[in-house]
C-alpha cells in the first residue's frame, strides 16, 4: 500500500467515527458573547508574533486566525466527544526513508501517519504567510498540550507554528493554537490512545516550560473560552494579589513630596486606607506645619506649646480647619456678658483665658472668657480710659486723667503710675523686639527692650521702658525720670493714632500729617504731608515698607517710609476715614460714609466696595478669610476675597462700640435698650466639644 493510501485510508476511518457520533451541544451562536465576554476579543499586533529563545534556541510562534462567530451554522464541522477536531492536510514532500510500508500492527501504522502529518504541517504553515486563510475545513487544528509540549523540549530553529480557526465547543470558539514540529517518541507516548487527557500536574508543568511571552499568549486564549463567572472570581483574585502600597515602597522624602501635592480632604481620605498610611500621614509633621503656614492660620501660645507632642500638628490643623467651616457657616454658640452700665466701652482685648475691658466709667473690667464671670474691676483711673494693651500679665491703660498705669492682672494691682503728660492720653501701645524693616542688619531686633508709647492731646508722644513686675510694688507715683526715655515733639495739634513695628513708630495727628519716628534712638523722622484735614488712623505695612493713612478729607494715603513720598492716593469714600485695617496684601478702609472697602495694598486698587450698614462704621477687623463689621443696627461679615455679605451676626442691637476676634472668638461690645454687654460668639464648638 502506497503512503497516500495510508493516510487517505486513515482519515476514511476517523471520518465514518464523527459521522456516528452525537453532534456536539455547544453550537457556536452570536450569543456566546454573553456567556463569553471575552470572545471577540482580536489578539494584541504584538501576541500574534512571538519569537523566544529556549536553550539557545530562536524559535517563531505565530497566529493566523480567522472569527467564527461570523461563521453560520452550516459551516461548522461535527465534532467529535473527545474534542479533537478533524484536521485536512495538504500533501507535501517529506522524508520517509525510516517509514516501513508493510506495517503488521494497526495502531503503529495509524502513529506513523500521525508523524507524516505532522510533517505535511510544515509546508502547510509555510504556506500560511500569504495571507490567504485555508478553508475552514482545512484548518489545522491540533490539540495543543502535547504538541506545544514537544515543540518546547525540542524546539526547532527553522519551525513555523501557526494557529487557525476551529469550531470545537464553546470554550473553542476562537483561534486554537496548533504546533507543528517534528514529532519524536515522547510525542507519540502522548498521543497513545483515542483522546488526550492529561492530568492536571502536567498541564501545570507545560505551562511552566512555556517562555514568558508564550504564557501570555495562553492566558489570553484561555481568557478568550473563560465564562462570565468564571471571568469575575479570576479578576477578584488578581486584583487582590496585584495590589500594592506605593508610598511604602517609596523613600520618605519622595513621600512627604507627594503628600504635599493633595489638599486637606484628600489627605484625610488617604489616612484611612491602611494603617501604614494612616501613621505615614499622621507622622509628618513637616507637612503638617507647612499645611498649617499655607492656610495662614494663627496659633495661640498654647498651641505652640502643644507642636512638640506627636500627632499634635495634625490635630491642631484639623482643629482651626472645623473652626473655619463654622465661621463660614454662622455656626456658632453665644454668650452674652454684662458691665460698665450705659456706659461707652472705648477699648477692647481678650485672649484664651480673659477678656479686658476700658470704658469711660473710668474702670477697667476682667471677664473669665470660658464661663463670662466678671473676676476682677481695676479701678484707680479718675478719668475715662481710652486706650489699653497688655502682654502677658501686664496692662498698659491710658485715660483722660492724663496718666498712663501699669497693672498686674492676676493680682487686680495697679504697680505703676506714669504721669508726664498734660492732657488726655488717647492711644498707646506696647512695642517688644521684633526684626527692624529699617535695620542693615538681618533679623536684627528692635527696639532693643520693651517699649511703651503713649500719644496724647498734648500734642506729644512719649517713649516709656516697660518695667518688669518682678519688682518691688510702688504705690506712690513713680517719677518720670526712671522709666520715660523719649518724649518726641513735632505734632501741632493732638495726636489721635499710632502704629508701630520694630523700632518704627508713625503717628496721625489733628494736624493733616503723618510723622515716623525712631523709638529706640528718640529720633524724628519723616514729616508726611498731604492730608487736608485731620487724619484719625494709620497702620504700617513692613511688607513693602509703607505706612498708611486715613483722614477726615475721605482719602487714604500710601506712603514709602524710606523717602516719605506720597505712592498711592486712595479715593472713593466721601466723608472721614476713621478706621483702617491690613492684613497681607488686603487693605480695608471704614468710613462715616456707612461703607468699607477692599483695596489691594500692592497696587491701591480698590477691590470691593461693601454697602449694607445704616449708618457710620465704628468698628471693624478683618484677616484673609473675613471682615466683621459693627455700625448702628447690627454686626454683620463679609468675604475678604469676594467682598460679599456672609452673615448677619448679631441684629438686635443698636450700636457696636468695639469689635475684635481671632481664630475661635468674636468679641463686640454693644449698646442695647440703653445698656452696655458683650457678646461673645464662639465658632470653636460645633464639631469640637
Not at 496 to 503: I, K, V
Not at 531 to 560: A, E, F, L
Not at 624 to 643: A, D, N, R, V
Amino acid at each position: 500500500m502506497s503512503e497516500n493510501d495510508q493516510i487517505n485510508d486513515l482519515a476514511s476511518i476517523e471520518s465514518a467515527q464523527q459521522e456516528n457520533a452525537p453532534q456536539s451541544s455547544y453550537a457556536i451562536t452570536r450569543n456566546d458573547t454573553i456567556l463569553y465576554p471575552l470572545a471577540n476579543m482580536s489578539t494584541p499586533k504584538s501576541m500574534r508574533r512571538i519569537l523566544f529563545n529556549l536553550d539557545g534556541t530562536e524559535s517563531l510562534f505565530e497566529e493566523v486566525s480567522r472569527n467564527l462567530l461570523d461563521v453560520s451554522q452550516d459551516e461548522l464541522p461535527i465534532r467529535s466527544p473527545r474534542k479533537r477536531p478533524a484536521s485536512f492536510f495538504v500533501d507535501s514532500p517529506c522524508d520517509n526513508d525510516d517509514q516501513t510500508e508493510d506495517v503488521e500492527n494497526r495502531e503503529d501504522h495509524q502513529k506513523s501517519i500521525r508523524q507524516k502529518r505532522s510533517c505535511s504541517n510544515v509546508q502547510s504553515i509555510a504556506n500560511c504567510h500569504t495571507g490567504t486563510h485555508p478553508p475552514l475545513e482545512a484548518s489545522i487544528a491540533l490539540p495543543i498540550e502535547p504538541l506545544l509540549s514537544e515543540h518546547i523540549l525540542h524546539p526547532d530553529p527553522t519551525l513555523y507554528t501557526t494557529l487557525t480557526d476551529t469550531a470545537d465547543s464553546p470554550n473553542s470558539a476562537l483561534p486554537s493554537p496548533s504546533l507543528s514540529p517534528e514529532m519524536t517518541s515522547a510525542t507519540d507516548e502522548l498521543w497513545e490512545g483515542n483522546s488526550f487527557e492529561p492530568e492536571a500536574n502536567s498541564l501545570v508543568d507545560l505551562f511552566d516550560a512555556f517562555p514568558p511571552n508564550l504564557q501570555s499568549y495562553v492566558l489570553l486564549q484561555l481568557s478568550r473560552r473563560t465564562s462570565t463567572d468564571a471571568l469575575r472570581n479570576a479578576t477578584a483574585l488578581i486584583m487582590q494579589s496585584l495590589r500594592t502600597d506605593i508610598l511604602s515602597r517609596l523613600p520618605p522624602f519622595l513621600t512627604h513630596i507627594i503628600l504635599r501635592y493633595l489638599d486637606i480632604r484628600s489627605l484625610c481620605r488617604a489616612s484611612r486606607v491602611s494603617k501604614h498610611w494612616h501613621t505615614l500621614i499622621e507622622n509628618d509633621e513637616e507637612l503638617w506645619s507647612s499645611n498649617l503656614k499655607t492656610a495662614g492660620f494663627v496659633l495661640s501660645p498654647d498651641e505652640i506649646n502643644e507642636m512638640e507632642k506627636p500627632f499634635a500638628r495634625k490635630q491642631i490643623y484639623r482643629r482651626h480647619h472645623i473652626m473655619r467651616l463654622n465661621w463660614k457657616y454662622n455656626r456658632a454658640s453665644r454668650k452674652k456678658l454684662y458691665g460698665h452700665t450705659n456706659h461707652a466701652v472705648t477699648c477692647l482685648q481678650f485672649d484664651e483665658d480673659k477678656v479686658i475691658t476700658g470704658s469711660d466709667d473710668h474702670s477697667v473690667n476682667v471677664y473669665d472668657i470660658k464661663s463670662g464671670k466678671l473676676m476682677r474691676i481695676l479701678n484707680g483711673h479718675s478719668g475715662g480710659v481710652w486706650a489699653l494693651k497688655y502682654v502677658g500679665n501686664t496692662l498698659v491703660t491710658g485715660s483722660t486723667d492724663r496718666t498712663v498705669r501699669i497693672w498686674d492682672i492676676n493680682a487686680g494691682v495697679c504697680r505703676y503710675i506714669f504721669q508726664g503728660h498734660s492732657s488726655t492720653v488717647r492711644c498707646l501701645t506696647i512695642i517688644v523686639p521684633t526684626p527692624s524693616i529699617s535695620s542693615t542688619e538681618e533679623h536684627s531686633p528692635q527696639p532693643s527692650q520693651p517699649l511703651i508709647v503713649s500719644g496724647s492731646r498734648d500734642f506729644t508722644l512719649k517713649v516709656w521702658r516697660l518695667p518688669d513686675l518682678d519688682e518691688p510694688v510702688i504705690d506712690t507715683d513713680q517719677k518720670e525720670s526712671t522709666y520715660l526715655l523719649h518724649t518726641l515733639s513735632g505734632h501741632t495739634q493732638s495726636v489721635r493714632a499710632l502704629a508701630a513695628h520694630g523700632s518704627t513708630v508713625v503717628s496721625g495727628s489733628y494736624d493733616h500729617t503723618v510723622r515716623v519716628w525712631d523709638v529706640e534712638h528718640g529720633k524724628a523722622g519723616h514729616v508726611l504731608t498731604g492730608h487736608t484735614q485731620k487724619v484719625y488712623s494709620v497702620v504700617i505695612d513692613p511688607k513693602r515698607n509703607h505706612c498708611i493713612s486715613g483722614s477726615m478729607d475721605s482719602s487714604v494715603r500710601i506712603w514709602n517710609l524710606e523717602d516719605g513720598t506720597c505712592v498711592s492716593i486712595l479715593r472713593g469714600h466721601s466723608i472721614l476715614v476713621g478706621l483702617l485695617g491690613l492684613s497681607g496684601d488686603c487693605l480695608v478702609s471704614a468710613a462715616a460714609d456707612s461703607s468699607l472697602r477692599v483695596w489691594s495694598a500692592e497696587t491701591g486698587e480698590c477691590q470691593y466696595l461693601l454697602a449694607g450698614h445704616k449708618g457710620a462704621i465704628t468698628a471693624f477687623q478683618h484677616d484673609s478669610q473675613k471682615i466683621i463689621s459693627g455700625s448702628e443696627g447690627g454686626l454683620k461679615m463679609w468675604c475678604t476675597k469676594t467682598g460679599t455679605l456672609l452673615h448677619e451676626l448679631i441684629d438686635d442691637i443698636s450700636g457696636v462700640w468695639v469689635v475684635s476676634f481671632d481664630e475661635r472668638r468674636c468679641i463686640a461690645a454693644v449698646k442695647s435698650d440703653d445698656v452696655t454687654r458683650l457678646e461673645i460668639l464662639d465658632f470653636g464648638v460645633h464639631g469640637l466639644e
